[in-house]
């Protein structure tokens, strides 16, 4: 089945200097890449991307992380959108579990993440969960044109493209807050 997924190289993998590294294991996949920008991340960005955690208490610590707050003031991220058969399996293997210390040594997480004294997970890498959570991110990361490829269904908006189905009410976690914090 053919899925879509965006992964982004955090403040902490960009910090380390893995970008091409991530890239060129995601290269060697016969998933194919339709979407690459260089981005800052904003709070409310931020708090749309990671909505889903909003109750955990850890949440106000994961926004400074993925804006670059804890990074040393690396403020930017990469973002990419994939697509492919089985993606999400394939880019989840490569990425390797959420905790550095849990993941497989041979994932970029296992190679390259780690758990700070203050137990933060710097764990390079953010890989879409499942697809439905990958059209939704990728939706909120791109804009149609920056897409190579037809992925989602798209409508002529005010001289510009617009998603037809917007980011936030399709996902797996439950409903769209009205409000994020």
């Not at 960009?14 to 294991?25: C, E, F, I, P």
Request: hydrophobic residues 40%; proline residues 6%.
């Amino acid at each position: 089945m053919k899925e879509c997924i965006l992964l982004i190289v955090k403040p902490d993998g960009m910090v380390k200097g893995l970008a091409g590294h991530v890239l060129r294991r995601f290269e060697e996949t016969d998933l194919r890449l339709v979407g690459a920008r260089l981005a800052k991340v904003t709070r409310e960005l931020a708090s749309t991307h990671y909505h889903h955690l909003r109750e955990k208490p850890f949440f106000e610590e994961l926004i400074r992380f993925i804006m670059g707050e804890l990074n040393g003031g690396q403020d930017t991220v990469l973002a990419f959108a994939y697509t492919g058969e089985d993606a999400v399996r394939k880019a989840r293997a490569i990425a390797g579990a959420t905790n550095p210390e849990e993941a497989d040594y041979r994932s970029i997480r296992g190679s390259f993440g780690r758990v700070t004294t203050k137990g933060v997970f710097e764990n390079v890498v953010h890989v879409s969960s499942d697809s439905i959570e990958g059209e939704r991110e990728i939706k909120l990361w791109f804009r149609p044109e920056e897409i190579t490829a037809d992925l989602f269904p798209s409508v002529a908006a005010d001289g510009r493209r617009e998603w037809a189905e917007p980011a936030g009410p399709k996902t797996r976690t439950g409903p769209w807050p009205s409000e994020t914090p």
